[in-house]
């Protein structure tokens, strides 16, 4: 299931909840790894955090915010300059200290890489620090499915 965050969200931007067929992946040349360092590094820098936001207001427009609005700033401007929608997902996390945490994972034909405002860089899938629960389907981006042990499972219809 969708956070209800997300389908808040999705009610204000409705374009940045469809995939419209796009390619659910995109393939990783050095280009698209200096571009997703770009952005991961543009937007940690545009947005003040704010850990006292309340979690249920996601901004594409916010200068303060917290993981929510970093995660989906980096997602609106990947797609802008022309990543895929389908291969851009939100991944609900739990950072090590225990805090509920969203990121970005880009799916690439060489695996999935994280964009995170807690790192300044760019890492494969395997590499972050936190439990990975849930992110959106590559497939139906209102659709969600849980992560057993960092590993995507199948989602339940």
Same mark, same amino acid.
């Given at each position: 299931m969708a956070p209800i965050a997300f389908l808040m969200f999705c009610?204000?931007?409705a374009a940045?909840?469809?995939?419209d067929g796009d390619a659910s992946k995109v393939t990783m040349t050095a280009d698209v790894y200096a571009q997703m360092v770009a952005v991961?590094? @543009?937007?940690?820098?545009?947005?003040? %955090?704010? =850990? #006292?936001?309340?979690?249920?207001d996601w901004s594409l427009e916010?200068?303060? /915010?917290?993981c929510n609005d970093y995660a989906?700033?980096?997602?609106? @401007?990947?797609?802008?300059?022309?990543? %895929?929608? =389908? #291969?851009?997902?939100?991944?609900?996390?739990?950072?090590?200290?225990?805090? /509920?945490?969203?990121?970005?994972?880009?799916?690439?034909d060489r695996g999935d890489f994280i964009l995170d405002n807690l790192a300044s860089r760019?890492?494969?899938?395997?590499?972050t620090p936190h439990k990975l629960l849930k992110r959106q389907s590559a497939d139906h981006l209102m659709q969600w499915v849980m992560i057993e042990?960092?590993?995507?499972?199948?989602?339940?219809?």
């Open positions: 009610k204000h931007y940045q909840c469809t995939a991961n590094k @543009a937007v940690n820098r545009k947005i003040v %955090p704010d =850990a #006292a936001k309340g979690g249920m916010t200068r303060v /915010g917290n989906i700033q980096k997602r609106d @401007a990947l797609h802008a300059i022309g990543f %895929p929608m =389908a #291969a851009l997902s939100l991944i609900v996390a739990i950072t090590p200290n225990g805090q /509920g945490h969203l990121i970005l994972s880009v799916r690439t760019v890492m494969p899938w395997a590499e042990q960092n590993t995507e499972v199948a989602a339940a219809n």
